[in-house]
């Protein structure tokens, strides 16, 4: 039934439009494009929202009409609709940042040899390791940016192919450095705290998120009450009194503790400023974590309750689980007594296993104006 009343509505709130368009690139899914759209020309550009609740205008040309009417029995409707529509756009290039986007996939498989895709990584994919939704036989990458050499291990670990990959780390934290949001080489905070959601909005282990990071932060309280230690909490959300009211509970409004918000739901950028500027980043396994480590932050992973252990590269050194306070304490002592040097001689894998460190932006600008012509 809701799939019905869902059909209906979108139906009534679309609007028919004639295809009348020749594109460069097309944008697929327009959910998390924003950075993406800026540093491309948007003359050349056209967005394809992939979502029915953001699919506001259907493209008609005869020959879309007549492949949907053609192979009515062979796919879905709308991969059948995705199709048609590139092929009348006949684009040089498809790309995106929902790499975990089954028919980006689907898509990139009808097209290879015929029509480059490329998928930018966004975020450390959970929903891989996991599997959850049985996804990830319907995987396929003809040409794939990554964080890591640890994240296409991950999808080969699981059997999705991936044709052609290119090592570059985050598109948002690339973003971040090349934008006017220049981070300062200064480290103003002696340890920052990186959350994830606080809430439950659409996590299944949302329990175990939470359960971990009550613990990490009751340790934390502990170890900076009554020492000189800067202490900041990077929230993932706009300010809001549910989230305060648990910090004011575990930190007792300690002076030297504060609290970093987002300025909105779609804000990031003051995140990096706050990781380029803290000696030691600490947290459960995320992606942004991860990209503490390319501001030369020594960064320390913490599961009280360990699960999805495979899901992240952090491990021996820089990992902890099922730890006492006494544990994390020497832990902590011990990072504030060696240098960086230190640290990354350390851990287990190089630096750019966790996360590569490069200028993603300029790599995605070239891939897009043909300067670099690696894509197949």
């Known amino acids: 039934m809701k799939r019905i009343l869902d059909s209906i509505k979108f139906f009534f709130r679309i609007k028919f439009k004639k295809l009348a368009l020749k594109k460069k690139v097309i944008i697929f899914d327009c959910v998390n494009t924003s950075d993406l759209i800026s540093i491309l020309n948007y003359n050349e550009i056209f967005i394809m929202s992939s979502r029915i609740e953001r699919i506001n205008t259907v493209y008609l040309s005869w020959n879309i009409i007549l492949f949907m009417f053609k192979n009515i029995f062979k796919r879905r409707v709308k991969l059948n609709y995705f199709i048609a529509l590139i092929e009348e756009t006949k684009p040089d290039l498809v790309i995106t940042t929902v790499d975990n986007s089954v028919e980006f996939s689907l898509l990139s498989k009808y097209f290879f040899g015929k029509i480059k895709f490329l998928?930018?990584?966004?975020?450390?994919?959970?929903?891989?390791?996991?599997?959850?939704?049985?996804?990830?036989?319907?995987?396929?990458?003809?040409?794939?940016?990554?964080?890591?050499?640890?994240?296409?291990?991950?999808?080969?670990?699981?059997?999705?192919?991936?044709?052609?990959?290119?090592?570059?780390?985050?598109?948002?934290?690339?973003?971040?450095?090349?934008?006017?949001?220049?981070?300062?080489?200064?480290?103003?905070?002696?340890?920052?705290?990186?959350?994830?959601?606080?809430?439950?909005?659409?996590?299944?282990?949302?329990?175990?998120?939470?359960?971990?990071?009550?613990?990490?932060?009751?340790?934390?309280?502990?170890?900076?009450?009554?020492?000189?230690?800067?202490?900041?909490?990077?929230?993932?959300?706009?300010?809001?009194?549910?989230?305060?009211?648990?910090?004011?509970?575990?930190?007792?409004?300690?002076?030297?503790?504060?609290?970093?918000?987002?300025?909105?739901?779609?804000?990031?950028?003051?995140?990096?400023?706050?990781?380029?500027?803290?000696?030691?980043?600490?947290?459960?396994?995320?992606?942004?974590?991860?990209?503490?480590?390319?501001?030369?932050?020594?960064?320390l992973c913490c599961e009280y309750f360990p699960f999805d252990k495979g899901s992240h590269p952090f491990s021996d050194y820089n990992y902890l689980e099922k730890f006492s306070y006494e544990q994390f304490k020497e832990k902590?002592?011990?990072?504030?007594?060696?240098?960086?040097?230190?640290?990354?001689?350390?851990?287990?894998?190089?630096?750019?296993?966790?996360?590569?460190?490069?200028?993603?932006?300029?790599?995605?600008?070239?891939?897009?104006e043909r300067k670099t012509s690696t894509l197949i």
């Open 119 to 299: 998928a930018i990584q966004f975020a450390t994919r959970n929903d891989v390791y996991k599997n959850e939704k049985g996804n990830n036989k319907k995987l396929f990458f003809s040409n794939l940016i990554c964080f890591s050499q640890f994240d296409l291990d991950l999808l080969k670990a699981n059997g999705i192919t991936v044709k052609n990959h290119f090592f570059a780390g985050s598109f948002k934290n690339s973003f971040f450095q090349n934008s006017s949001h220049k981070f300062e080489d200064k480290k103003r905070y002696d340890i920052c705290y990186v959350t994830k959601q606080m809430h439950p909005k659409g996590y299944s282990n949302y329990k175990e998120i939470l359960a971990n990071q009550i613990k990490n932060m009751e340790y934390l309280a502990r170890y900076v009450l009554n020492k000189d230690i800067k202490l900041l909490i990077q929230s993932k959300r706009e300010k809001n009194s549910l989230e305060l009211n648990l910090y004011n509970q575990i930190f007792f409004k300690n002076n030297n503790v504060e609290i970093s918000w987002r300025k909105s739901e779609t804000d990031y950028l003051n995140s990096y400023r706050i990781i380029s500027s803290s000696k030691i980043v600490i947290g459960t396994p995320s992606t942004l974590l991860r990209e503490a480590m390319t501001y030369n932050a020594k960064v």
């Open 332 to 368: 902590i002592d011990q990072l504030f007594q060696i240098s960086v040097e230190e640290y990354f001689k350390k851990i287990k894998y190089s630096k750019d296993y966790y996360m590569k460190n490069s200028n993603l932006v300029q790599l995605v600008k070239n891939l897009v």
